[in-house]
């Protein structure tokens, strides 16, 4: 039942920034809270990664996926803190303090896509096999990365236009729209996996990363829109960053659970562990 | 004989499908079997018990870490006649 939670949370979460979003659509408290939801979200994304971290060994594979994770939202958060200071703000910083707050941006995309990428690859080392073969493992990844250049090339290609022109701040949107493109194909193994798993207690922790990484398409998606499409003011790319980092979060906390409850029953007389996994485990 | 084999591997299968599907469960224990031992699942008798856990070890390491791993391979050790 509690996994379940988990996987309703962050759409509650988006519903009730929906509904204040809206209520302040127009007034100047909007930005202020917009803001400090994104910092929220970033919050409860870290405190997810390194829960799931706390649930493995030092050397354990995805020990060290959900750490890169976990340190690619705090560099994220770190910079959008760092934007509190005046001169870090965006539009009236100078060149050094741009460099410094894209080296950030850059940083964690590298980070969270690392830490993807070695999510992605666990089906590998688990030898779990992925439904519909090879071929529809390919399908999946087509369709994925179709989708993902389809959201993320036309504005990448112009913060690459902008950078060629020297806008040092756009190189960020360039390697992001990059990322986001690498990291959005890799949802295609994870989202095989989730269902691959789908009958065990595992499937959560992957089923709820597969939900943040499509959510990161949404965003990407949303931030893409032509003007006009939704009220003007309203923070929707926003609505899908904090559905990501929320989902972020369930997975990690998601990822702690299971392994706790495969060691409690493990430690249970026969059928004692068993008997509980079915009771607790959906 | 044959009943007694198949049924080491219905166990196994059975303490690990709660975690990552009935599905992927035997496909482990017929891939760990079939290159580790020689044998097919049905064919697995008691004393390839141990063997059958250690070449389940990585895969499981893989998904859940080292130590859970561990408790849940010592976990049907125990279990498992």
């Known amino acids: 039942m509690r996994f379940r939670w988990l996987a309703l949370f962050p759409l509650l979460f988006a519903a009730a920034f929906c509904a204040v979003a809206w209520w302040l659509l127009g007034s100047e408290a909007l930005a202020p809270f917009n803001y400090w939801q994104r910092i929220l979200v970033r919050v409860l994304g870290i ?54 707050v894209s080296g950030l941006g850059i940083l964690s995309n590298l980070a969270l896509l690392t830490g993807i990428w070695m999510l992605s690859r666990s089906w590998k080392m688990a030898a779990i096999s992925l439904p519909g073969g090879r ?15 389809a959201v993320t090339a036309p504005a990448g290609l112009e913060s ?11 190189l960020i949107y360039v390697v992001s729209a990059v990322v ?31 939900a943040s990484q499509l959510s990161w398409l949404l ?3 949303a931030a893409a829109l032509q003007p006009g499409l939704v009220p003007a003011g309203f923070p929707l790319p926003d609505v899908f960053r904090g ?8 997975a990690g906390l998601a990822q702690l659970l299971v392994v706790r409850q495969v060691r409690r029953a493990s430690v249970r007389p026969a059928s004692g562990g068993l008997a509980e996994i079915q009771t607790h485990g959906s | 004989m044959t009943s007694f084999s198949s049924s080491i591997s219905e166990q196994v299968a059975a303490r690990l499908a709660p975690y990552i599907g009935g599905f992927n469960a035997q496909m482990w224990i017929k891939s760990v079997a079939r290159r580790d031992l020689n044998v097919s699942p049905e064919e697995l008798s008691p004393a390839q018990l141990a063997p059958l856990v ?8 893989a998904l859940m870490g080292r130590a859970t791993a561990d408790d849940l391979l010592q976990q049907i050790s125990r279990e498992v006649r």
């Open chain 1, 47 to 100: 405190a997810g990664a390194f829960a799931a971290v706390s649930g493995f060994d030092r050397g354990d594979h995805l020990r060290r996926a959900w750490l890169w994770l976990g340190a690619g939202t705090v560099v994220i958060l770190a910079r959008d803190l760092l934007r509190l200071i005046p001169a870090f703000e965006p539009g009236t910083s100078g060149p050094a303090a741009q460099m410094l």
């Open chain 1, 135 to 149: 071929s529809g493992a390919l399908a999946v990844a087509v369709v994925t990365a179709v989708l993902a250049v």
């Open chain 1, 160 to 170: 690459a236009r902008a950078f060629a022109a020297g806008d040092v701040g756009s």
């Open chain 1, 180 to 210: 986001d493109v690498i990291t959005l194909c890799l949802v295609a193994p994870l989202l095989l996996t989730a269902v691959s798993l789908r009958s065990g207690l595992f499937v959560w922790p992957w089923a709820l990363i597969t």
């Open chain 1, 219 to 221: 965003y990407d998606a």
């Open chain 1, 243 to 250: 559905l990501a980092e929320n989902y972020l979060c369930a």
């Open chain 2, 54 to 61: 250690d070449g389940l070890r990585p895969f499981l390491q």
